[in-house]
């Protein structure tokens, strides 16, 4: 270059010239700043200049073109992308297109792959499609100066298929075309994972949308291809020289997953390759995937507005009616209609496509459960026979078969490995983050109670994930094959056991010795909600051990719940276990939640725990619920297990005893008092006691 | 998920254009002519008005026309032009309106604050509403 031969001219050894050939060279400099970024650079003949350019390296230089076009969102930019667009198409027609080297080997190439069938050999006879294809195209196209002049709006998004084929057909074609395995090995390591999926999305949507159909003929330079990808193909592979495919995959701008806000787009690509079944539900009538609901006003009131208008005009015919409201319409409001119908069809195909699903519930929890109540209720409404059925139709929503594909990283032609590009499809670790364990002693008390709840934190949640595995079974049960439902049970039932050793604190083969594990999480408000839901899958045993170890601490835990008062949510789950519950197990219970001694001989001098419970709403109301557990059974029983019948008259005597001593101001409201705790304490007392019993608890309420 | 905008999607083709109102994420409610949509839920909204409610009253900020990401819109719905006259709401003028979210505004900082007060007693704080949506 020229500035380089200059600065070996005057080598800088030589100090007398240094400074003249500094000089020199500051001159130069000025001279060469001028060529590059000033008036010297600006050559006024660019358009010529362009053209030539654009003739020796056709497609290459659209490329780089669009390259800074395409970065930017494609909806802003889609001025840009007119303008170079029919820039480009008025440099690349060709009178004769057969001649079009480019696109005569595409066609050639094609053929040994397709199938049968009407609408691909009509596409696949070459030339007489491209020539339907190219004239309303190019007339409309060619026509208009872009965009700062402000075309109407029905120019501005020209039909891009002409006018002889529906957008519906060209879906069809794009679709079928794309069955089996469409891509000749030779220019499938051209498109990437990305490309393809922007370019099928594109198709995807019944539709390429005006910015992706300028983007992607970027690539081309023709956007007759543009519309069948295979033919893209073709005509790719063929130009795919290892420099200019650098290029051109700079074409398409770098967002792996083009708009991110649908996340079905990669799967959808990818589906509709491999998934031989078409999708009927893309090309329906325009209103059929409105909301049954949304669908009937909108009748209503296209009706509504039907008759106005024709009274309006008096005519007698739908159509001139129809077309006279046009017109007032477009007279009331010039702006109206802004976004023709295929734009509004394209928006809410694309609504559609994000709404295919291959799990709804797990994509969709709240929607899917809300409508299974809102059935429910009218089911149950409709069982009593009343008025008549109302409509519930619901949308029905396409669903997907779920299908798996690998991701592929990109790839540049002609490079040595591959790109680690982190993507929501492959995430990719960004920082080295090292868990550093503290020594022992740096830990002080707070850190050491700190980390403790921390730990149970942790417990709590990975119990609730299991939680909600094991109380989803059912739902999975119905929907599994035959074959797999025992693994299914098995799998719950290890889940079950994992619960429970993770509320009781695994030790590893030995009795648990302490509660303390339990009694953390029974601490924390969501531990409390979680044992009241896991109780219930729980064997008796295990059911009943909670039960204990609640009752055993129960002072302490009513103490931490006082902010929280979450423990009455266990009341019911607690009652359900109790009925399952033999008495002699009833009576232990009694016996930890009274924290009475085990003989009758040590008078205990004041039973705080028993004051505690009884002081607490869900004490109080469990120890009724055991007091009555313990007389129902003991009213069936026959009698049979004497032992436990006298521990239990001991306690309950020992029991009634502290309750008198109790006073009554200090007694909490229970949630509900059995009824049957008169007749259980009328065995132990005496008709006085009976009578303040009666008063304290309140037993008596309203009717006896 | 994004049922609200098919009917206005295909309303937008009825001869009397329908009045639409938006709830962006700030709060803002925004009524106007919908004129364009697209996939990501991004407005066009023609003689747009902003209306600032407190209370039962409301004021209308005339804006012109309003480009909203899509981001930013929470919902969007059509007005039933019958019925918008039919409602219990007084309409203010702007100067009142403004004046009257202040107030608003102020009161429900300083509730903010003692809130944040008690809770620091005690020993939870809630995270700055920075990054929440919160209005």
């Known amino acids: 270059m020229f500035r380089n031969q200059s600065l070996e001219d005057c080598p800088l050894d030589e100090d007398e010239d240094a400074f003249q050939t500094l000089g020199e060279e500051d001159e130069d400099i000025n001279q060469f700043n001028d060529d590059t970024f000033g008036a010297g650079a600006i050559d006024d003949d660019w358009q010529e200049a362009h053209e030539r350019l654009a003739e020796l390296e056709d497609k290459p230089a659209t490329a780089r073109e669009l390259e800074d076009g395409a970065v930017s969102d494609e909806m802003e930019l889609l001025g840009h992308h007119e303008e170079n667009l029919a820039e480009r198409l008025s440099k690349l027609v060709i009178e004769n297109e057969l001649e079009d080297p480019a696109i005569m080997q595409a066609v050639q190439t094609q053929p040994p792959m397709q199938q049968s069938g009407g609408l691909n050999s009509s596409i696949w006879d070459g030339s007489a499609v491209l020539r339907r294809f190219r004239g309303p195209l190019l007339t409309q196209i060619l026509c208009p100066k872009p965009v700062h002049i402000r075309a109407p709006m029905q120019q501005r998004y020209p039909s891009p298929y002409g006018e002889r084929m529906s957008p519906n057909q060209l879906c069809n074609v794009s679709n079928s075309s794309l069955l089996g395995h469409p891509f000749p090995p030779s220019v499938t390591p051209v498109f990437t994972h990305l490309q393809r999926a922007q370019l099928l999305g594109g198709a995807q949507a019944g539709r390429m949308s005006p910015s992706q159909f300028a983007r992607v003929s970027g690539l081309v330079g023709s956007p007759l291809t543009s519309m069948n990808p295979k033919l893209l193909q073709g005509r790719v592979g063929q130009m795919m020289a290892p420099a200019s495919g650098f290029r051109a995959f700079f074409g398409a701008p770098p967002p792996p997953a083009p708009p991110s806000s649908q996340q079905q787009h990669p799967p959808c690509p990818g589906s509709h390759l491999q998934n031989l079944r078409p999708h009927p539900q893309m090309f ?20 509504q507005n039907r008759n106005q208008h024709r009274s309006l005009n008096g005519s007698a015919g739908d159509r001139a009616g129809h077309r006279s409201s046009h017109q007032e319409q477009l007279r009331k409001d010039p702006y109206a209609n802004l976004m023709l119908q295929r734009e509004k069809d394209w928006v809410s195909k694309i609504q559609m496509m994000q709404l295919q699903s291959t799990d709804p519930y797990l994509d969709d929890f709240y929607y899917q459960n809300y409508f299974q109540k809102l059935e429910k209720v009218s089911a149950a409404e409709e069982m009593h026979g009343d008025g008549p059925k109302k409509e519930r139709t619901k949308l029905i929503t396409p669903q997907v078969a779920k299908l798996e ?36 002693d740096d830990e002080t008390k707070e850190k050491q109670v700190r980390d403790k709840r921390r730990q149970t934190l942790v417990t709590i949640e990975k119990t609730y994930s299991l939680l909600l595995d094991v109380e989803d079974y059912e739902r999975r049960y119905l929907l599994s094959l035959e074959g797999e439902r025992p693994a299914l049970m098995e799998e719950r ?24 594990h339990f009694v953390q999480i029974m601490c924390i408000r969501k531990g409390k909600r979680m044992v009241a839901r896991i109780l219930p899958f729980l064997s008796t045993e295990q059911a009943a051990d909670i039960l204990m170890a609640t009752a055993r601490n129960l002072p302490f835990l009513i103490k931490k719940d006082a902010q929280d008062e979450v423990l009455l949510c266990l009341l019911r789950p607690f009652s359900l276990v109790l009925y399952h519950l033999p008495l002699g197990t009833v009576t232990s219970l009694l016996q930890q939640l009274a924290n009475l001694p085990q003989s009758a001989t040590v008078p205990a001098p004041a039973n705080l725990h028993l004051t505690a419970v009884l002081q607490n709403k869900f004490g109080l109301s469990l120890l009724y619920l055991v007091l009555s557990r313990g007389e129902e059974l003991q009213n069936s029983s026959a009698a049979m297990e004497l032992m436990q019948d006298n521990q239990w008259t001991e306690l309950m005597s020992m029991a009634t005893r502290e309750l008198l001593r109790i006073p009554e101001a200090a007694l909490a409201k229970p949630v509900s008092t059995p009824s049957n705790l008169l007749s259980l304490f009328s065995r132990y007392v005496d008709q006085q006691k009976l009578n303040v019993l009666e008063t304290k608890l309140q037993l008596v309420q309203g009717i006896r | ?13 009825t001869s009397l254009p329908e009045k639409h109102l938006v709830l962006l994420r700030d709060g803002r409610t925004l009524i106007g002519y919908l004129r364009s949509i697209d996939q990501f839920a991004n407005l066009v909204l023609h003689q747009t008005v902003e209306r600032i409610h407190v209370g039962k009253k409301y004021g209308d900020i005339p804006r012109g026309i309003f480009v909203v990401r899509g981001e930013n819109v929470v919902l969007l719905g059509e007005i039933d032009l019958e019925k918008e006259s039919d409602t219990p709401l007084q309409q203010v003028s702007i100067e009142e309106i403004l004046e009257e979210q202040r107030v608003e505004q102020q009161a429900k900082q300083e509730s903010e604050k003692l809130k944040v007060q008690a809770l620091k007693e005690r020993g939870l704080s809630i995270p700055r509403a920075d990054t929440l949506d919160e209005y």
């Open chain 1, 284 to 303: 329906r009538p325009d209103t059929t995937h409105l909301h049954p609901q949304h669908r009937r006003l909108l009748h209503q009131r296209q009706q």
């Open chain 1, 405 to 440: 594909h690998a991701y592929k990283p990109v790839q540049f032609e002609g490079s040595l490995g591959k790109l680690t590009v982190s993507s929501v499809n492959n995430p990719r670790k960004m920082i080295d983050a090292v868990v550093t364990s503290r020594s022992e």
């Open chain 1, 493 to 516: 039932k290890q889940k079950i056991c994992d619960m429970y050793d993770n509320l009781r604190g695994k030790t590893p083969g030995q009795e648990r010795p302490s509660d303390d």
């Open chain 2, 1 to 13: 998920q994004c049922f609200i905008f098919s009917i206005t999607v295909n309303a937008n083709l």
